[in-house]
C-alpha cells in the first residue's frame, strides 16, 4: 500500500468502535436528514467551467467533440479554431474578469433560493479553486487566477444562504482514470491520487452545507471507497452534523441510497415518493452550462418554472433551479430576470412553499388543476391556471365553523361555504396579476 493510500486510509477508515455511522449503506442510510434542507425547498444550481469558453452545445463540449466525435462539434471547431487546437487551450480564456461574487449573491437572494451549488469540478476535471491534485488545470493557476469556490462561498454566506459544492468522481480522459478503467475497475489509482484527495479537501477548506455527487456511474461505489469517505463525513468531519448528500455515489447507488434523492436528472415522480428527494432542473432546456447560441425559445418561461416548483414541492421535493454564467463571470440578463420574478413570486407566496410538508392528498382537478402543500394545520391551494370566474371550488378539504380561507397577497378573508360531506365552494375577488400565472388559497382550520 502506498503512503498516500495509508493517509487516506487513516482519514476515511473511520474507528468504528463508538463510530455513529460505519461505512455501509445500512449504517449511513440511517442517518436523518438536516432539516435545514427539507425546509429550504428551492435552490440555484451553478454550471460554471471551462465548457463556458466554447459555450456551444452543453457542457458536455470536450467530451461530443473528442469522446463521441459528434458531427455538430467537430465542425464547430473546425471551423472556428486552427488544426491541432486542444481543449486545453481554453483555459485561459475563461477569465471571469467580471465576476463578482456579491453580485451573484445579491442575485440569488432575490430568486429567494435558500441554497446555492456550485460546480467545483465538472467531467472535464478542471476545478474552480486551487486544488493541490489538480496542477495547471484550476482556476487560480490559469484562466481567472483566483479562487472561485472561497470567493462565493464567502459571498453567499454574507446572506446567510446554505452554500453547496457539486464535485464529479469521474474525469473523461484523466489517464489515471483511465488506466483503472482498462483494468475493470479492479485498480483505484485515481481515487487515492486524484478524486478523494480533492474531495476532502473540499470538505475541510470550505465547510459545505451540501455535497451534490455526480460521475459516479461509470464504477461501483467500492470503487469510489464512497462508503468510507461518507462515514468520515457523518462522523467526523467540520460538517458533521449539518451536511447533506444525494445518491450518486456508484453504479447502482442513485434513487437507493444516499442523503436525498436525486435519481435521475430532472426527475419527476408521478406519485408521493416516500424518501426525500430533489428535482434539479435548468432555465436552459437544453444545457446546463452556458451556450452562446442559445435563443429565447430555449428557455423556461416563469409560468413553466413556477409550476414545475410547485409540482415538485406539493410532492416533497426541493427544486434546484441551474443557470449558466459566462466564461467572464457574468449571469446573463435573461437568466437574472428569471431568478428574480421567481423571488417576485415568492414574497407573495413562499409560505406556501418553505417548510411546508406535503398534504394527505397532493393534487385535486379542482376548479382548475390545484396542488397542495401544508404547515402544521394550515393547508395551501396553489393554482396555476386563472380559473376566470368568481367561485372556486376544493373538494377535498374537511371543513369547520373554525375555517378561514384567504387569498396569499390579499389581507381580507374571502367568503366561503362548505360543501356536502367535505371541500368547499370560495368566493374569489379579481386575481391580482401575476407573470407567473399561480396564486394561492390559504386555508385555516380545515381537517
Request: charged share 20%.
Amino acid at each position: 500500500m502506498s503512503q498516500l493510500s495509508l493517509a487516506l486510509c487513516a482519514v476515511l477508515c473511520t474507528q468504528l468502535i463508538g463510530a455513529k455511522y460505519t461505512p455501509d449503506w445500512a449504517s449511513l442510510d440511517s442517518r436523518p436528514l438536516p432539516e435545514w434542507y427539507d425546509e429550504a425547498k428551492f435552490g440555484i444550481f451553478i454550471h460554471w467551467g471551462v465548457f463556458s469558453v466554447p459555450a456551444f452545445g452543453s457542457e458536455w463540449f470536450w467530451w461530443e467533440w473528442r469522446g463521441a466525435l459528434k458531427p455538430s462539434y467537430v465542425e464547430y471547431m473546425t471551423k472556428n479554431y486552427p488544426p491541432g487546437f486542444t481543449y486545453e487551450e481554453f483555459a485561459p480564456d475563461f477569465h471571469a474578469e467580471f465576476f463578482e461574487p456579491d453580485q451573484w449573491a445579491a442575485i440569488f437572494e432575490a430568486s429567494g433560493a435558500k441554497y446555492v451549488v456550485l460546480t467545483t469540478k465538472h467531467h472535464e476535471g478542471f476545478t474552480n479553486w486551487g486544488s493541490p491534485n489538480s496542477w495547471n488545470w484550476n482556476s487560480v493557476d490559469v484562466g481567472p487566477h483566483r479562487d472561485l469556490v472561497g470567493d462565493l462561498g464567502v459571498a453567499i454566506r454574507k446572506k446567510s444562504i446554505h452554500y453547496g459544492l457539486y464535485n464529479s468522481l469521474y474525469e473523461w480522459f484523466h489517464p489515471l482514470y483511465l488506466s483503472d478503467k482498462q483494468s475493470g475497475f479492479k485498480t483505484q489509482v485515481y481515487v487515492e491520487n486524484k478524486a478523494m484527495p480533492e474531495l476532502l479537501n473540499l470538505v475541510t477548506r470550505y465547510k459545505p452545507d451540501l455535497i451534490w455527487s455526480d460521475g459516479d456511474w461509470e464504477a461501483p461505489d467500492t470503487y469510489w471507497n464512497s462508503t468510507h469517505f461518507l462515514a468520515w463525513l457523518y462522523n467526523e468531519s467540520p460538517v458533521k452534523d449539518v451536511v447533506v448528500t444525494n445518491d450518486r455515489w456508484g453504479a447502482g447507488c442513485y434513487c437507493k441510497h444516499g442523503g436525498y434523492y436525486n435519481c435521475a436528472d430532472k426527475y419527476t415522480p408521478g406519485q408521493l415518493p416516500k424518501h426525500k428527494w430533489e428535482k434539479c432542473q435548468s432555465v436552459d432546456k437544453y444545457s446546463w452550462g452556458y451556450r452562446k447560441n442559445m435563443v429565447l425559445s430555449d428557455l423556461m418561461d416563469l409560468p413553466s418554472i413556477i409550476k414545475d416548483m410547485v409540482y415538485t414541492v406539493a410532492l416533497g421535493g426541493n427544486y434546484l433551479l441551474n443557470v449558466g454564467p459566462t466564461a467572464d463571470g457574468m449571469i446573463p440578463p435573461v437568466f437574472e430576470e428569471r431568478l428574480r420574478s421567481i423571488g417576485d413570486w415568492m414574497k407573495i407566496n413562499g409560505e406556501a412553499i418553505y417548510a411546508t410538508k406535503p398534504w394527505k392528498v397532493q393534487a385535486e382537478n379542482a376548479t382548475v388543476p390545484v396542488w397542495y402543500t401544508s404547515k402544521g394545520s394550515t393547508v395551501y391551494a396553489i393554482f396555476t391556471t386563472n380559473p376566470k370566474q368568481y367561485t372556486f371550488q376544493l373538494s377535498t378539504p374537511v371543513t369547520s365553523d373554525k375555517t378561514v380561507v384567504t387569498l396569499l397577497g390579499n389581507p381580507e378573508p374571502l367568503k366561503w361555504a362548505p360543501l356536502h360531506l367535505s371541500g368547499l365552494v370560495v368566493l374569489v375577488p379579481d386575481l391580482p396579476d401575476s407573470p407567473a400565472q399561480a396564486w394561492t388559497l390559504k386555508l385555516d382550520g380545515v381537517n
